[in-house]
């Protein structure tokens, strides 16, 4: 049974662990494996910093005591931005197909209602299309394309700029 929950402090290794792991096993992420260098303690002041915020939280999903995905939504810092936030999602490749994706996603857009943000932005790699297929079905849209924003393995690869309005 997977559970979805905000993360504590204390998720901090399991968290930099669940990190590390999907680094591994997809190029989906911005990170490449072994570029995440970071110590247990400054994950831990990280998890700290963001639940200190009203704009900000992690959502873990948890399937018997271990961490198998998460998604990100860091808020605006100023004013003008603090309606909004960009979001991360990662989830094992195990776990993939079982929605928890969608389970999540349904999580944070009640997480919103409750904490002032409007609009949820995040960016995804042209070519994947199972992510496009999941941020489409909870309610995203693409504005924009970003033209050779990542360069990996050697080439170039474009970037959607997708965003939901929370109404």
């Not at 639940?51 to 959502?59: E, F, M, P, V, Y």
């Not at 970003?146 to 997708?162: A, N, R, T, W």
Request: glycine share 6%; aromatic share 8%; hydrophobic share 40%.
């Amino acid at each position: 049974m997977v559970n979805i929950r905000e993360i504590r402090e204390d998720d901090a290794v399991s968290f930099l662990n669940l990190l590390a792991r999907v680094d591994e096993e997809t190029q989906f992420m911005l990170l490449e494996a072994g570029e995440r260098q970071i110590t247990v303690e400054d994950q831990r002041q990280r998890i700290k910093t963001i639940l200190s915020r009203d704009n900000q939280t992690i959502l873990v999903a948890e399937n018997d005591n271990d961490l198998i995905g998460y998604l990100a939504s860091i808020g605006g810092d100023f004013k003008r931005n603090r309606h909004r936030a960009h979001i991360v999602i990662g989830i094992l490749q195990a776990f993939i197909d079982q929605k928890i994706g969608t389970k999540l996603f349904m999580e944070l857009e009640k997480w919103t209602r409750h904490h002032a943000i409007h609009r949820l932005e995040l960016t995804v790699m042209a070519h994947n299309e199972r992510a496009i297929r999941l941020y489409k079905k909870m309610g995203f849209e693409i504005e924009g394309t970003k033209k050779h924003s990542l360069l990996i393995s050697g080439s170039y690869v474009d970037e959607y700029y997708m965003a939901k309005l929370i109404l």
